[in-house]
T-cell receptor, first 109, second 111 residues
Framework: QKEVEQNSGPLSVPEGAIASLNCTYSDRGSQSFFWYRQYSGKSPELIMSIYSNGDKEDGRFTAQLNKASQYVSLLIRDSQPSDSATYLC?????????FGQGTRLTINP | EAQVTQNPRYLITVTGKKLTVTCSQNMNHEYMSWYRQDPGLGLRQIYYSMNVEVTDKGDVPEGYKVSRKEKRNFPLILESPSPNQTSLYFCASYSSSYEQYFGPGTRLTVT
């Protein structure tokens, strides 16, 4: 079992809809969780971090954490073509960030 | 402007020729890391540093060396590069929150 698992996609969503990205992790002791966006050929950029169970909202982005079920998700409201990218989930484990392989998201105009 | 810089951005070299990829940050972060990114394998940590003169292995340290003599700099050294080290390399810096900020990447090809 991989430490951090994401569906590789591609996930195709129409413009204006909600994109839902999911991530599961294996280490129940993990405390910190991060979502990064990576455009093709570019470096990952931090979208959000979340540390407590529940929802955290930042503009069109909402991160959701459920530690009991060991999953973290990212919702993107009013999806725009510029949101087309690979989204990486990362989990802090023993002072190291472990990344999932990423979900490729395509927003169709 | 807060940033992480890496040089060179692109490098083609031959097997066995020592090389160094530099990384510098201007955010006064204590922590820095090196990652490699390969298709199908994702981002994997090579080495990280928690402060000056404090470094530790990540998940794929074989064939790499690092040093942290100054807080802002964290060079990655390949003493004898091999073709399996052909990859896209990222440096990152961060504080104790672990919100990592990545450099632009170095695409390395070893022939």
């Amino acid at each position: 079992q991989k430490e951090v698992e994401q569906n590789s996609g591609p996930l195709s969503v129409p413009e204006g809809a909600i994109a839902s990205l999911n991530c599961t992790y294996s280490d129940r002791g993990s405390q910190s969780f991060f979502w990064y966006r990576q455009y093709s050929g570019k470096s990952p950029e931090l979208i959000m971090s979340i540390y407590s169970n529940g929802d955290k909202e930042d503009g069109r982005f909402t991160a959701q954490l459920n530690k009991a079920s060991q999953y973290v998700s990212l919702l993107i409201r009013d999806s725009q073509p510029s949101d087309s990218a690979t989204y990486l989930c990362a989990v802090l484990r023993a002072q190291k960030l472990v990344f999932g392989q990423g979900t490729r998201l395509t927003i169709n105009p | 402007e807060a940033q992480v810089t890496q040089n060179p951005r692109y490098l083609i070299t031959v097997t066995g020729k020592k090389l160094t990829v530099t990384c510098s940050q201007n955010m006064n972060h204590e922590y820095m890391s090196w990652y490699r990114q390969d298709p199908g394998l994702g981002l994997r940590q090579i080495y990280y540093s928690m402060n000056v003169e404090v470094t530790d292995k990540g998940d794929v340290p074989e064939g790499y060396k690092v040093s942290r003599k100054e807080k802002r700099n964290f060079p990655l050294i390949l003493e004898s590069p091999s073709p399996n080290q052909t990859s896209l390399y990222f440096c990152a810096s961060y504080s104790s929150s672990y919100e990592q900020y990545f450099g632009p990447g170095t695409r390395l090809t070893v022939t």
